[in-house]
C-alpha cells in the first residue's frame, strides 16, 4: 500500500466502523422490542387467566402507540434543543435519525409497560390508552432530556455539583416507569379481595408461573441490548467497550437472583419462584445506570443488594402501605432503580470494585446522583397523579366490581384467553 492511499484506508475503516456502530444499535433495539414479549408473559403469568388478554392488549398498544407518539412528539421533546436544559423543542416529525430514533422508542415503550402490571386485572383499558400516550409523549421523553440531551442534570457549572451518571435509564426509564406505576396503583385501589376487612393482605397467586420465568429470561436476554446497545457503539476495548456492558449486565441479574432467592428462602422456608424472578430483574434495574462505569465486582454486589431490596420492598408496598402492585412493579423498577442509579456515588467510577465502597466518585457523585434520583421520582409522581387524577374525576380508572369479578377479557375485549378453561368452569 502506498502512502497515497492510506488516507483513503483511513477514511474506509472509520466507514466500517461507523457502520458497525450503526448496525449494533439496530440490533439492541430489536433486542430492547422483544423485552414487550417478556413483560406481556411476566405480567400475564403473574396475574389471573381472566385478565390475560386485557394485558396482551396494553403490551400492544404500549409499542404500537408509542412508536407513533414517540415519533410525532416525544423524540423532539426529549433530544430537540434545549436553551434552558429542561425541555427540547425542535426537529418534530420528520427531522430524526432512523437508528437512533428506533432505538429510543423502544425505551419510551419499556417506560409505559412498567405501568401496566401494577394495575393489572382492575383498570379501564381506554383510560390506560389515555395515561400511555401522555407518558410516551410528555411525562418520559422531558425527563429523559435531562440527562440523555445534556440537560440541565449535566449542568457542572450551575447547579450540578458534578456530572449526573445515568448510562442506560435506571432512574430515566425504570423509576419513571416505577413512581407512575405506584401512583396509578394507588388512585386505582386494590383488587377485590386482595384485602380481608382487617387490612391483612390476601396473596392473589398468578395463573402460570411457567410463563412469568419465561417472561423473565426473555427480558434478561433483551437487557443485554438495553445496557449494551445504550453505548451507541461496539467499539471500546474490552474495559470499556460494550462487552464489558453485556458482562456485567449479566453478573448483576445473576447476583440479583441469587440474592433474592436465598432472603426469600431465609423468611419464607422456601426458596420463592415469584421473588426470585424479580430478584433478577432487579439486578437488571441496579446495573442498567452504572453498566458503562462498574467493573465486575462491583456489578455483582450491586445486583445482590438489589435483590435482597425487592423482597423487604415488596413486603413494605404490600403490607404496610396497603397498596396493591400486582407483578411487584414499583419495588423492581422504581426502587431498584433508585439503588441502581445511588449506587454510582458509592463505588461506580473508575472501575472501583466495590470492595472499599464509598469510594467511587466522592460525595459530589454521590450528591449528584442523590439530586437526581429525587428529580426523577418527583417529576414522575406529581405528573402522574395531576394526570391520572383528571382521568379519574373524568372517565374513571377502574371498571365495575361485576367487570372485574367475571374478568377484564370478556368485558373490554370480548375474548378470552382459555376459552377451554373458561367452558369447563361453565359445565362444572
Known amino acids: 500500500m502506498s502512502l497515497f492511499s492510506l488516507p483513503l484506508f483511513v477514511q474506509d475503516t472509520a466507514a466500517v466502523e461507523g457502520d458497525m456502530g450503526m448496525l449494533w444499535m439496530l440490533i439492541s433495539g430489536i433486542l430492547v422490542f422483544l423485552m414487550q414479549a417478556g413483560f406481556t408473559l411476566v405480567e400475564s403469568g403473574m396475574t389471573r387467566s381472566k385478565n390475560v388478554v386485557n394485558i396482551a392488549m396494553k403490551n400492544v398498544l404500549d409499542i404500537a402507540v408509542g412508536s407513533l407518539v414517540f415519533w410525532f412528539i416525544g423524540y423532539s421533546l426529549m433530544y430537540g434543543e434545549s436553551a434552558s436544559g429542561w425541555i427540547g423543542w425542535s426537529g418534530f416529525m420528520f427531522n430524526q435519525g432512523p437508528a437512533d430514533l428506533f432505538f429510543q422508542t423502544v425505551f419510551c415503550a419499556t417506560a409505559a409497560t412498567i405501568v401496566s402490571g401494577a ?66 396503583a394507588a388512585l386505582v385501589g386494590p383488587r377485590l379481595g386482595k384485602y380481608t376487612a382487617e387490612g391483612k393482605a390476601v396473596s392473589i397467586p398468578g ?126 423498577h422504581a426502587v431498584a432503580g433508585a439503588w441502581g442509579t445511588l449506587v454510582i456515588g458509592l463505588w461506580g467510577i473508575d472501575g472501583d470494585t466495590g470492595i472499599g465502597l464509598l469510594n467511587g466518585g466522592g460525595a459530589n457523585q454521590f450528591l ?61
Not at 435482597?308 to 412493579?329: H, N, P, R, T
Not at 382521568?391 to 374513571?396: A, I, N, P, R, Y
Request: glycine residues 14%; proline residues 2%; negative net charge.
Open 368 to 428: 449528584a446522583q442523590l439530586i437526581g434520583t429525587l428529580a426523577y421520582a418527583i417529576w414522575a409522581v406529581v405528573t402522574s397523579f395531576i394526570f391520572l387524577t383528571i382521568l379519574k374525576k373524568t372517565v374513571g380508572l377502574r371498571v365495575s366490581e361485576k367487570v372485574e369479578i367475571e374478568g377484564l377479557d370478556l368485558s373490554e375485549h370480548g375474548a378470552l384467553a382459555y376459552p377451554g378453561k373458561r367452558q369447563r368452569e361453565i359445565e362444572e
Open 119 to 184: 394495575i393489572a386485572g382492575r383498570t379501564k383499558y381506554s383510560t390506560y390508552i389515555i395515561f400511555s400516550v401522555v407518558l410516551t409523549a410528555i411525562i418520559y421523553p422531558i425527563a429523559g432530556g435531562w440527562e440523555w440531551n445534556g440537560g440541565w442534570l449535566n449542568d457542572t457549572e450551575g447547579i450540578m455539583p458534578a456530572e449526573f451518571i445515568d448510562f442506560a435509564g435506571s432512574s430515566v426509564v425504570h423509576a419513571v416507569g416505577g413512581w407512575a406505576a405506584i401512583v396509578a
Open 207 to 332: 395463573h402460570n408461573k411457567l410463563l412469568a420465568a419465561l417472561g423473565v429470561f426473555i427480558l434478561w436476554f433483551g437487557w443485554f441490548g438495553f445496557n449494551g446497545g445504550s453505548q451507541l457503539a461496539w467499539g471500546g476495548d474490552d474495559a470499556t467497550g460494550a462487552s464489558m456492558v453485556v458482562l456485567v449486565t449479566n453478573l448483576a441479574a445473576a447476583a440479583g437472583a441469587v440474592g433474592a432467592l436465598f432472603l426469600s428462602w431465609i423468611k419464607y422456608k422456601k426458596p420463592n419462584l415469584d421473588m426470585t424472578l424479580n430478584g433478577a430483574l432487579a439486578g437488571l434495574v441496579s446495573i442498567t445506570a452504572g453498566c458503562g462505569n462498574m467493573s465486575e465486582g462491583g456489578a455483582i454486589i450491586a445486583g445482590f443488594i438489589g435483590g435482597l431490596i425487592v423482597v423487604f420492598s415488596m413486603e413494605f408496598v404490600e403490607q404496610k402501605l396497603k397498596i396493591d402492585d400486582a407483578v411487584g412493579a414499583f419495588s423492581v
